[in-house]
C-alpha cells in the first residue's frame, strides 16, 4: 500500500482489504455494511451479558450454562470478523513500513482481544470484551458512512461512462440501417442518430443539421447547433433532428474517454496541502503510539495495571488518523468529478489548489476573448445605394468564396435578407476580392488593393466612416458596383458576449487582466478598451508569449495563462497556472494543468472560485482533524481522572468516528458551490 494512513491517499478512498473482490466503492461501501450489521447483532448479547454493564446498571443478566461463554465466544467471532479489514490493512502497513491509521486500530483491539482472553482464561484481571466489541461495530459504521460519502463523490465520474448508449445505428453503403452494439463500431463507419438519442461516438456530421445538448461536456445547458462539417462528441444528445455521423473515434480515443482519464490523473495527484496531510497523518502514528506508551507506563506505576490496559487501547483508538487522512482524498474526489461535470476538467490538483493565488490573468485574444471568427460589424453607404441593396449584392458575390471574410459576409446578408440573388461569372482575384454578375450588373468586391487597381475614388462621407474603422484595425471591404464605389462593410473578429462578464468577475476579485495577441496594436487596444482590460501585449509573435508570462511574474505577479492550447503551448507550460479553453473536443492538452472544455471565459472564474472553496475546505478538515486529536489524546490517556472524569473506551471509538463523519460531511458542502458562470 502507498502512502501514509491506510496506505495513501488512494488507499484512503479503497480500504484495501484482502477479501473484497474487484469493485469500486460501492463494493466497500457494502463490505462495511454487512460486517458491521452482523458485528452489531453479536455485540447486543455481547454487552447484555457483560459484568461491568450489569453493575453500571444495575441489573442481572439471565445465567445458564455457557453464560461465561458469550464474551469470549462472541468475541473471537467479532475481533476475526469484523476487525479483520483493520487487521489486514494494519498488516500491509506494517509490511510497507508506512505505519497509520489502520496499523493503530489494529494494535488497539489487538491489545484489548488479548487482555480479555488472558482474562477468560484466568491469566490476567482486565476484560473488555464488550468495550472491545461495541468498538469495532462502531468503526465499521464510521467506515461505511466514509465509504459511502466516497462513493457518492466519485459516482459522478461513474456516470460519466453510462452516457454512452449501448447501441448504434450504423448506416451501410446501400442506405441499409442495422443496429449494432455501440461496441463494435470502427473509425469511418457512418452513423444514424435520430432525435433524443445519443452519440456514441466522436464523429464529424455528413448530413442533417440540428440542435445537440453537449451539457455534459462543456457544462453549458443550451443546445449547440450543429451541420454539416462540425465535430460531435460522444455521450452528446441530437435534441431536435436526425443526424448522420461519421465515426472518428471510439472507445479509448473519444473525448469521454479522455475526460474519465483527466479526472484519473487529477485524483492521483498529489498538491501541496495533501502532502502536508501526509505527513501529518505519518506524524500523528508516533505521537499516538508514544502517548499509549507513556499512558501505559504512567498508570502502571501508579499500581493501576487494569486502568493502564483501557486508557492504552482508548488513546491508540481515539488517536487514529483516519478525519486527517480523509481531510483532503474526500475534498478531492468531490471536487474533481463536480468540475467534470461542469466543464471544469482538471488535470493537475496542484495547479488547481493555485489558481487561488492568482493575481493576474494573461488572456490570449483570438479564440478566447474573441470567437477568432470575423462577423460584419458596420456598413456604410454612398448616396446612390441603401444599406439592404448593398449586403444584397455583397452577400451575392461573396457566396462562392472560401475565403473566411467572404462567409461572413454571406452569412450576415442570409440572416438580413433570407435568400440572395445567384451571382454569375464569379471570379476570384487573389489579394484584391472577388467578382461576378449580380442582377445584369458588374459587382465587385475587395480592399484597399482593389480600389488602387482600378483608381477608384471613394466618396467623401464614405472615406471618413471606412477611416475610422481601419483605426479600429477593423477590416474593410468596398462593394463596387459598374465600377462605382457604392459602400463599404466593417469586419471585425467577434467579441465574446461573455466576455466583459468575465473580465468584471476577475476585477471584482482583485484580479488583473492582460491581453495578449499577434493582431495590430490598434486591433488590440480597440478589444481592450471594449473589455475593460488592464494590460495589453500585441503583436506579438506565438513563440515569444512564453517571454510576456515571464515579464508579468517578474514583476511578482502570480500569472494564469488562458490559450486556446495549440498555439499558445509555450506560454501554458510557463505560467504558474496554465488553462486551455475551448478543448471540448480534445481534452488532452498537455501543456495545461486545467482544460476548460466550454470556450467560455467565465470558466476560469469558475475554477478560481473552485479553487478557492476546495482549498478552504481542504484547510477546515485539516485543522479539525488535528485539532481533536490535541484535545482528545490526553482525554482519553486520562489526564482528568485525578477529578473524577475518565473518557470511556466506547465513547473514544464514537469520538474518532463522529470526527471523521463531521470531515465528509463539510467536504460534501462543496457540492453547493457553484462552478458555472450565471
Given at each position: 500500500m502507498d502512502g501514509h494512513g491506510h496506505g495513501g491517499e488512494h488507499a484512503h478512498l479503497h480500504h484495501e482489504t484482502h477479501d473484497d473482490g474487484p469493485g469500486g466503492h460501492g463494493d466497500h461501501a457494502a463490505l462495511f455494511r454487512d460486517r458491521f450489521w452482523l458485528t452489531l447483532l453479536l455485540t447486543i448479547p455481547v454487552v447484555i451479558w457483560s459484568h461491568h454493564v450489569q453493575e453500571l446498571l444495575g441489573y442481572t443478566a439471565p445465567r445458564g450454562p455457557g453464560?461465561?461463554?458469550?464474551?469470549?465466544?462472541?468475541?473471537?467471532?467479532?475481533?476475526f470478523y469484523g476487525g479483520w479489514p483493520f487487521l489486514t490493512g494494519g498488516l500491509d502497513e506494517a509490511r510497507g513500513r508506512q505505519p497509520g491509521m489502520m496499523l493503530l486500530i489494529s494494535m488497539a483491539i489487538t491489545?484489548?482481544?488479548?487482555?480479555?482472553?488472558?482474562?477468560?482464561?484466568?491469566?490476567?484481571?482486565?476484560?473488555?470484551?464488550?468495550?472491545?466489541?461495541?468498538?469495532?461495530?462502531?468503526?465499521?459504521?464510521?467506515?461505511?458512512?466514509?465509504?459511502?460519502?466516497?462513493?457518492?463523490?466519485?459516482?459522478?465520474?461513474?456516470?460519466?461512462?453510462?452516457?454512452?448508449?449501448?447501441?448504434?445505428?450504423?448506416?451501410?453503403?446501400?442506405?441499409?440501417?442495422?443496429?449494432v452494439a455501440a461496441s463494435s463500431l470502427t473509425e469511418g463507419d457512418v452513423i444514424l442518430v435520430r432525435p433524443g438519442a445519443r452519440i456514441p461516438a466522436d464523429g464529424e456530421v455528413v448530413?442533417?443539421?440540428?440542435?445537440?445538448?453537449?451539457?455534459?461536456?462543456?457544462?453549458?445547458?443550451?443546445?449547440?447547433?450543429?451541420?454539416?462539417?462540425?465535430?460531435?462528441?460522444?455521450?452528446?444528445?441530437?435534441?431536435?433532428?436526425?443526424?448522420?455521423?461519421?465515426?472518428?473515434?471510439?472507445g479509448e480515443q473519444t473525448t469521454l474517454a479522455g475526460i474519465q482519464r483527466m479526472v484519473a490523473d487529477a485524483q492521483a495527484s498529489r498538491s501541496r496541502t495533501q502532502v502536508l496531510a501526509d505527513r501529518a497523518a505519518a506524524l500523528l502514528f508516533y505521537v499516538a503510539l508514544a502517548a499509549g506508551a507513556v499512558t501505559a507506563l504512567v498508570w502502571v506505576a501508579f499500581g493501576q495495571p487494569a486502568f493502564a490496559l483501557d486508557r492504552t487501547v482508548t488513546v491508540l483508538i481515539i488517536a487514529c488518523p483516519h478525519a486527517l487522512g480523509l481531510a483532503i482524498p474526500l475534498v478531492t474526489a468531490i471536487s474533481t468529478t463536480k468540475s467534470a461535470r461542469s466543464g471544469v476538467l482538471v488535470k493537475d490538483r496542484l495547479a488547481l489548489e493555485q489558481v487561488r493565488t492568482v493575481d493576474a490573468v494573461l488572456f490570449d485574444k483570438t479564440g478566447t476573448l474573441t470567437r477568432g471568427e470575423h462577423v460584419v460589424t458596420d456598413i456604410a453607404t454612398a448616396e446612390n445605394a441603401d444599406e439592404d441593396q448593398l449586403l444584397r449584392l455583397a452577400g451575392a458575390v461573396e457566396a462562392d468564396s472560401e475565403h473566411p471574410l467572404a462567409r461572413a459576409v454571406h452569412a450576415h446578408a442570409r440572416r438580413q435578407l433570407g435568400p440572395l440573388p445567384t451571382a454569375g461569372g464569379f471570379r476570384s482575384m487573389t489579394g484584391?476580392?472577388?467578382?461576378?454578375?449580380?442582377?445584369?450588373?458588374?459587382?465587385?468586391?475587395?480592399?484597399?488593393?482593389?480600389?488602387?487597381?482600378?483608381?477608384?475614388?471613394?466618396?467623401?462621407?464614405?472615406?471618413?466612416?471606412?477611416?475610422?474603422?481601419?483605426?479600429?484595425?477593423?477590416?474593410?471591404?468596398?462593394?463596387?458596383?459598374?465600377?462605382?464605389?457604392?459602400?463599404?462593410l466593417s469586419l471585425e473578429d467577434e467579441v465574446r458576449e461573455v466576455s466583459r462578464q468575465a473580465v468584471d468577475d476577475l476585477h471584482a476579485a482583485g484580479v488583473k487582466v492582460v491581453m495578449i495577441t499577434g493582431d495590430a496594436r490598434q486591433v488590440a487596444d480597440a478589444v481592450a478598451a471594449e473589455l475593460d482590460i488592464d494590460e495589453v501585449f500585441a503583436e506579438v509573435l506565438p513563440e515569444d508569449k512564453d517571454a510576456k508570462v515571464a515579464e508579468l511574474q517578474a514583476r511578482g505577479l502570480t500569472v494564469a495563462m488562458v490559450g486556446d492550447g495549440v498555439n499558445d503551448a509555450p506560454a501554458l507550460a510557463r505560467a504558474d497556472v496554465g488553462i486551455a479553453i475551448g478543448a471540448g473536443t480534445d481534452v488532452a492538452v498537455e501543456s495545461a494543468g486545467i482544460v476548460l472544455a466550454s470556450d467560455d471565459p467565465r470558466g476560469v472564474v469558475a475554477v478560481r472560485r473552485l479553487s478557492a472553496a476546495s482549498y478552504r475546505k481542504m484547510v477546515q478538515n485539516l485543522w479539525w482533524a488535528a485539532g481533536y486529536n490535541l484535545v482528545a489524546i490526553p482525554l482519553a490517556a486520562g489526564v482528568l481522572a485525578p477529578i473524577g472524569f475518565v473518557l470511556p473506551m466506547a465513547l473514544g471509538a464514537v469520538l474518532m468516528s463522529t470526527s471523521t463523519i463531521i470531515v465528509a460531511l463539510n467536504a460534501q458542502l462543496l457540492r453547493r458551490v457553484r462552478l458555472t458562470a450565471a
Open positions: 453464560a461465561e461463554l458469550i464474551g469470549p465466544v462472541l468475541g473471537s467471532v467479532i475481533f491489545v484489548a482481544y488479548v487482555a480479555s482472553m488472558a482474562t477468560s482464561l484466568g491469566l490476567f484481571s482486565q476484560e473488555v470484551w464488550w468495550e472491545l466489541s461495541l468498538l469495532i461495530a462502531i468503526m465499521l459504521l464510521g467506515h461505511w458512512v466514509e465509504m459511502r460519502a466516497i462513493g457518492q463523490a466519485q459516482g459522478a465520474l461513474a456516470a460519466l461512462a453510462e452516457l454512452l448508449p449501448d447501441d448504434a445505428e450504423i448506416v451501410h453503403d446501400d442506405g441499409r440501417v442495422e443496429r448530413d442533417g443539421a440540428g440542435d445537440v445538448d453537449e451539457s455534459m461536456i462543456t457544462g453549458e445547458s443550451t443546445p449547440v447547433s450543429h451541420t454539416v462539417g462540425d465535430r460531435v462528441v460522444a455521450g452528446t444528445v441530437a435534441t431536435d433532428a436526425s443526424l448522420r455521423v461519421r465515426v472518428t473515434a471510439t484584391r476580392g472577388v467578382e461576378a454578375e449580380v442582377d445584369g450588373a458588374a459587382v465587385a468586391v475587395g480592399g484597399p488593393a482593389l480600389l488602387r487597381e482600378r483608381d477608384l475614388q471613394v466618396p467623401d462621407g464614405l472615406a471618413e466612416r471606412t477611416r475610422a474603422w481601419a483605426e479600429r484595425g477593423a477590416a474593410v471591404l468596398h462593394v463596387v458596383r459598374d465600377g462605382q464605389v457604392i459602400g463599404a
